[in-house]
Every structure is written in structure tokens, then in C-alpha cells.
Nanobody, 116 residues
Framework: QVQLVESGGGLVQAGGSLRLSCAAS????????MGWFRQAPGKQRELVAD???????NYADAVKGRFTISRDNAKNTVYLQMNSLKPEDTGVYYC??????????WGQGTQVTVSS
């Protein structure tokens, strides 16, 4: 079955870095757009970045210049490199897989906490 598993979250001080990974199974990974979203307590889930099968990328304004999304189609994995982290980056980070504008699956999420 389709499964997305995130990893790499944790506690980091402001200014630090984390690298999130999302491993996919059960899908033809290379044809899916993969996205990273986050949800802070009391707020709606929001798009952080996404990457198409041809590696075109899109970023939320709040993370441009600090975060980088990438994918390794041979490993069925999408990454989110997060640098210069801020306390407002705190939240649960989710990946998803999209095909033909339909969300196929969400991951279970990984917690990122940035202390000031």
C-alpha cells in the first residue's frame, strides 16, 4: 500500500539546521509531486515547499532562501533542508504525494521545535 514516512525532526536552537526526509513506498515516485507542509499549534496546515517529478520547486515566502527541497528518485525520497531556523518554524512537518492535482497520501508527521 501507499506509505510516506517522515524522519529527521527534533529540537534545535534558533539559527540551527535540520534535514527532514520522507521515504515513499507503493507509488511510482518519480511521477508524483512531493510536498512539505507544516502545522503549528492552533494554526492551519500550510505549504512549505513542493517539488515536481521534473524537480521544479516552489517555496512559501516565509522559507525562501532558508529551506531547500530536493528529491532522489532512485531512493524514493524527498528531503527538506532547513537552515537558519526560527522559533516560528516550529510545528509538525508533513510530506504528501500528489498526482494529477489529487493528494494520494500524507505522512504521519515529524515534530520540529526551534528554541529561542
Amino acid at each position: 500500500q501507499v506509505q510516506l514516512v517522515e524522519s529527521g525532526g527534533g529540537l534545535v536552537q534558533a539559527g540551527g539546521s535540520l534535514r527532514l526526509s520522507c521515504a515513499a513506498s507503493g507509488i511510482i515516485f518519480k511521477i508524483h509531486t512531493m510536498g512539505w507542509f507544516r502545522q503549528a499549534p492552533g494554526k492551519q496546515r500550510e505549504l512549505v515547499a513542493d517539488i515536481t517529478g521534473s524537480s521544479s520547486t516552489n517555496y512559501a515566502d516565509a522559507v525562501k532562501g532558508r529551506f531547500t527541497i530536493s528529491r532522489d528518485n532512485a531512493k524514493n525520497t524527498v528531503y527538506l533542508q532547513m537552515n537558519s531556523l526560527k522559533p516560528e518554524d516550529t510545528g509538525v512537518y508533513y510530506c504528501n504525494a500528489v498526482y494529477n492535482n489529487n493528494v494520494i497520501m500524507w505522512g504521519q508527521g515529524t515534530q520540529v521545535t526551534v528554541s529561542s
